[in-house]
């Protein structure tokens, strides 16, 4: 059997782990060959740590591309995370058209907010960038406040009513004509109300993510025990599960609950040590776990 290939696009903080130091490792747990592109090499992310250094490689970007290209290299998926100007998306972009075969599922996870604000290096005018790339994607990974900015919505704390989410996922499917992966998302209301929707997974259904599919028009929930306090790093450690159990033939329902899972044991296992939630969660110890997950099907 070949294996599968995904091109990762993404920053690389040091220490700290997120980004390409998290998708690397799953990627790979899930025997899935992960070929990295790095848009900037940072000593730490900028999440609670000061005095960090910044090495932009907006300008290795395309040299390494025409490398790639004259060695005809091809990708089962291309995931791409955190980018930080107008001229990355417009590269990344680029990027896409040039390596994307018929079969390549593109996997844009448009990090550029959360908690409700933009964050602070990015101007305004960000978002329309953010949502000019997620028009080339199979699959788009926003949260709840990203989901706000690429629809030009004011953002909403939760919890949430079923019609709100149901109806954001409506709307953000139309920008790609595809799936969507919505993260954040918890609700007033203890019943689901499972005989109206396709799946929901999780014993007690508090928090995790909700997908959609534009085709279809199947919604599914993915939720878990609220865990207490923030953590760095999760949203990259749940989008790698779903970009992993995407390429292994997952259903995009059975990709969420999977990725839900690794993710909320992952802060589980650091709540309990104790560890400070700069440094990121302990995603290493459940990799096993995963990898025979995602064996089963």
Not at 198 to 221: C, P, Q, W
Request: with cysteine.
């Amino acid at each position: 059997m070949i294996q599968k290939r995904v091109l990762a696009i993404h920053d690389i903080s040091c220490f700290g782990k997120c980004s390409l130091t998290v998708a690397l490792p799953i990627i790979s747990s899930a025997g899935i060959e992960c070929t990295v592109m790095p848009t900037a090499v940072l000593s730490t992310h900028t999440g609670g740590f000061t005095g960090f250094t910044y090495r932009d490689l907006t300008d290795d970007l395309l040299p390494i591309l025409k490398h790639w290209k004259s060695l005809d290299l091809k990708f089962d998926a291309i995931y791409t995370g955190f980018l930080g100007s107008f001229e990355q998306i417009d590269i990344v972009s680029s990027i896409i058209d040039e390596l994307r075969g018929k079969d390549t599922i593109v996997i844009v996870d448009p990090v550029m907010a959360d908690n409700g604000e933009l964050y602070s290096i990015f101007d305004p005018s960000f978002p329309s960038g953010m949502k000019k790339l997620c028009k080339k994607a199979n699959v788009i990974l926003p949260n709840i406040t990203e989901a706000a900015l690429l629809l030009e919505e004011e953002y909403r704390p939760g919890p949430y009513s079923k019609e709100y989410i149901q109806n954001l996922l409506q709307k953000l499917s139309s920008i790609n004509n595809d799936r969507v992966v919505l993260t954040g998302v918890f609700f007033n209301e203890k019943d689901l109300g499972a005989a109206t929707y396709d799946h929901i997974s999780g014993d007690e259904k508090d928090l995790g993510a909700a997908t959609y599919d534009h085709v279809s028009g199947k919604t599914s929930f993915s939720l878990h025990k609220i865990i207490p306090g923030y953590y760095h790093g999760t949203g990259d450690v749940f989008g790698s599960a779903v970009v992993s159990s995407l390429v292994k033939d997952c259903s995009l329902e059975r990709s969420a609950d999977i990725a839900v899972n690794l993710t909320a044991e992952s802060i589980e296992r650091t709540r309990n040590a104790g560890t400070d939630i700069r440094f990121g969660v302990d995603f290493e110890t459940g990799l096993k776990g995963f990898a025979e997950t995602l064996m089963k099907g």
